[in-house]
């Protein structure tokens, strides 16, 4: 039996219970929270739940909010029956402890649904009873860790990246444990809690939220008799992540939340691929729910490769695909065509697309770099340069800055309305009005008015009534059905009917934000065993608590995490499913098709050089996997 909120309409509460997984078969569409504006963003354009970064002690140090903020985007999500998850998912030191669960104390009394962490001493403090959701950090990627990690108390595990559709329908059939798997953006390359390149390289450390992204630089590869295979590319840049055309696979597989991913990324980009998924997931709703209320309206017709991407993979979903971006590293967007002529100061692009001053288009150079210019004039299909590039015919052009694009998201681009029921009655020395929502919350407001009957057409006085409640304007709200239970009979002025009806919109949003705060989370350690007996620095143990967790079911911690010890000495810095030599066509499996791109023989070993850092690589062919040590 898991436990976790649900709300029932026989009792107007929304409250806990114990629920068979399946029962209850909403589908949640998780969008980013850089900060308050955004998360409200993402909730207009149609966001189920948010993660938003908490004061301290979240896996993005860039990405931190006030308590006071977090409980602003809890009041606005809760309007809508989103939910609001805030992250504290970095490994933390003993001294940071208590003070992080001062912190989490803070985020429960505001009222956040849950809790995403990755450090699991936490559930060896005195915590508040509020859902814990354990972080892709945490290393999700077996089932055995995932009964673990539900026998421990948390109420969803957020899957590694790299779990496949079938190991999800695995997953899904072994626990009952809510289970949420990303579906947009930016991929790590390493699994994530497991890669420790950022903290060799500079002290920044990736499982304390200061990544300094060192998968992103460039690199050379070199073989064991010293040759230079590949000099100066971006060898450990994947492509991102878009899933979008196996959504259906993966509610079939037993996935109920969809992660997007992008707690950095700029407001063009959360309102474009979250109405992108809220579009895709609706299509899909058939025997399923949605997990919060109302409906989004847009003003633009959302397309994610026209705002931030490098390309896209689905990653390991349908199994090894090529994902890698050796070219860049950096944003290519949309592809809009390919240059047919060169004029002395333009070129002209095929295709559809239409450009605009200011756009930012690019394109690989004969030596496969990316370079890129601004559109300083347009005309027709010939764009005038700022600086005109060495390009040839037939090279293909991308728009990575879209000006009207960004222009129609940087306005108002969506709005999203809770339906309601009005019924407008009189009452002794008054009349009131009642609003039902779409999710059966009911307020009700009188105004103490004079009985004054109507002289003239009691129709024409009902179809002002009906008029002037209607008029919800700006509210979250829009009116489904209004019933006017006076027929018209009584005569009231229009200013009377306005402050009624401003008062119950008033009281109801109250209600709404009321009802759809948390209960309290059941949450229960069964002390199971865990499926590994022995703990090394992959664990990340580095505070006492944790210890004594891991200690308390049956594993003993053999050293603590790199972020204490530094001790880098024969430790792999990146565990990858990511594979270079499949990559390069030069799969020790065979699993390629097509030319290698490198000459390169099975018994070469390789290493990556980063300026004066070397890096050796080592294939485990049994385990389909890749790690990278550090070399003297």
Known sequence: MLCFPIFTLSDNNYRGGCVIYGVMSKLELLAPAKNLE??????????????????????????????????????????????????????????????????????????????????????????????????????????????????????????????????????????????EAFVHGALCVSYSGQCYMSQYLNGRSGNRGCCSQPCRSSYDLCASDGRTLIRDRHLLSLRDFNASQQLGNMIAAGITSFKIEGRLKDLAYVKNITAYYRQMLDTMMDGHSRASSGRSVFY?????????????????????????????????????????SLGSNN??????????????????????????FMVNGVQGRAVVPNVMPDIEAGTTIWRNNDQQFEKQLAGRSAERRIAVRMLFSVVDKGFMLELEDEDGVKTASVTA??????????????????????????????????????????????????????????????????????????????????????????????NSKAEAFYKRHGVKVLERGLEQTADYE???????????RYELGCCLQGKNKGRPQVSLQPADNLVLVNNTRRFRLEFDCRECLMRIYPMR
């Open 300 to 340: 633009f017709t959302p397309d994610p490769d026209r705002t931030f991407n490098r390309g896209y993979t689905d990653y390991f979903l349908r199994g090894r695909q090529p994902m890698a971006s050796f070219a860049t590293q950096k944003s290519l967007g949309k592809r809009v065509g390919e240059v047919v």
């Open 449 to 542: 008015v004079e009985h004054q009957l109507v002289t003239g057409s009691v129709e024409k006085a009902s179809a002002l009534i009906v008029k002037q409640l209607s008029k919800l304007g700006d509210t979250p709200f829009a009116a489904s059905e209004v019933e006017d239970t006076t027929k018209g009979r009584y005569f009231l002025p229009v200013s009377v009917l306005n402050e009624l009806r401003r008062k119950v919109v008033e009281e109801h949003i109250e209600h709404r934000i009321s009802y759809f705060r948390p209960a309290d989370c059941c949450r229960a350690d069964r002390c199971e065993t865990s499926p590994v007996r022995e703990a090394d620095y992959r664990a990340n143990v580095v």
């Open 347 to 372: 070129l002209v692009i095929s295709g559809k697309e239409q450009f605009s001053n200011g756009d930012g288009l690019c394109f690989f150079d004969s030596d496969g770099r990316l370079q890129g």
């Open 38 to 179: 955004f998360g409200c963003e993402a909730v207009n354009h149609g966001a189920d739940a948010l993660y938003i970064g908490a004061p301290a002690f979240g896996a993005r140090a860039a990405a931190t909010n006030s308590v006071a903020d977090v409980e602003a985007l809890v009041r606005y999500a809760h309007l809508y029956g989103s939910k609001v998850f805030a992250t504290v998912n970095t490994i933390l030191f003993d001294s940071e402890l208590e003070p992080a669960v001062s912190m989490i104390r803070q985020l429960y009394n505001i009222g956040v649904d849950a809790l995403i962490i990755q450090d699991i001493g936490l559930l060896e403090c005195d915590l508040p009873p509020v859902e814990l959701h354990a972080s892709t950090q945490c290393h999700n990627a077996s089932t055995e860790r995932i009964k673990f990690l539900e026998s421990a108390g948390f109420s969803r595990v957020i899957l590694a990246r790299e779990t496949s559709l079938e190991q999800m329908r695995l997953m899904r059939a072994a626990t009952s444990v809510d289970l």
């Open 570 to 580: 024969g430790k792999a810095l990146m565990t990858t499913k990511y594979c270079l």
